[in-house]
């Protein structure tokens, strides 16, 4: 709810309801033959009709030029699953929303519409050529509020994944401890303390560092343990620099 409403422009959510948001299963067979089931689906309504939401998880480090292409098989493959199960509006396939998140340092400069991956048609066949296009969001370059200020979740993600300082990352975890003390709350509270921690071991590199995320992975709730965190997380910066610095002038 708060990606669509925060970062996903269009007149169209004056009209969505979004507590009708719902995961729908998806797994579809690729051109490779290999199921996917990483994307996630979801579905809401639009006052009298339903809307689609696919969303694609792409963890890569680099641009995927060709990516506007993959979505449009992708959202194919959905669009005949909806088909063969009815889930059909008056006749028609209801609205597709295809979101792409991308979480890579490189500026993503892929083109967004898979016309683009065309070349130029000769005359009378440009209406020929497929149209579809699907709406990037690059978390490195996104316009984020004030680092004082946290306004949901999909924010504190998105901090987390590019913060620089270990004041970068004990904000971010002071601003989700305020957000999710709510006992509704709890299962996604539970989510956020695993991926901080699979955050701070994906950062690890030494055996030193390990050593640290480990103590780490032994509090159960790393929000309410917010002065340990931050003299754990102050030491492995502190570690990761000098190991920086010492493997630099090494290869120097």
């Known amino acids: 709810r708060d990606l669509l409403r925060d970062w996903v422009p269009g007149e169209w959510l004056a009209e969505a309801d979004l507590s009708t948001l719902e995961r729908i299963s998806a797994s579809y067979v690729a051109e490779n033959e290999k199921e996917r089931h990483d994307d996630m689906v979801w579905r809401l309504r639009l006052r009298d009709r339903w809307l689609w939401v696919y969303l694609v998880l792409e963890f890569q480090s680099e641009p995927d030029r060709w990516m506007a292409l993959r979505m449009l098989v992708y959202a194919g493959l959905l669009a005949q699953d909806l088909v063969r199960r009815g889930e059909l509006?008056?006749?028609?396939?209801?609205?597709?929303?295809?979101?792409?998140l991308y979480n890579g340092l490189p500026v993503w400069r892929a083109p967004t519409s898979v016309s683009d991956l065309f070349a130029s048609s000769p005359p009378g066949l440009a209406d020929y050529q497929p149209r579809f296009t699907y709406h990037l969001i690059d978390e490195a370059r996104l316009r984020l509020h004030p680092a004082t200020s946290v306004r949901n979740a999909v924010e504190a993600l998105f901090r987390l994944e590019h913060g620089r300082t270990p004041d970068d990352l004990r904000r971010v975890i002071q601003a989700l401890d305020m957000l999710l003390r709510d006992p509704e709350q709890q299962a996604m509270r539970h989510t956020f303390v695993?991926?901080?921690?699979?955050?701070?071991?994906?950062?690890?590199?030494s055996s030193t560092l390990s050593a640290m995320a480990n103590e780490i992975d032994a509090i159960s709730d790393l929000m309410e343990a917010d002065s340990m965190l931050a003299e754990r997380i102050e030491a492995w910066f502190e570690e990761a620099t000098r190991r920086g610095l010492q493997t630099g002038f090494q290869r120097g």
Do not use: C, N, Q
């Not at 028609?92 to 929303?97: D, E, H």
């Not at 901080?196 to 950062?203: Q, V």
């Open 89 to 100: 509006a008056d006749g028609k396939l209801p609205p597709i929303l295809p979101v792409v």
């Open 194 to 205: 695993a991926w901080i921690k699979h955050l701070l071991h994906r950062k690890s590199a």
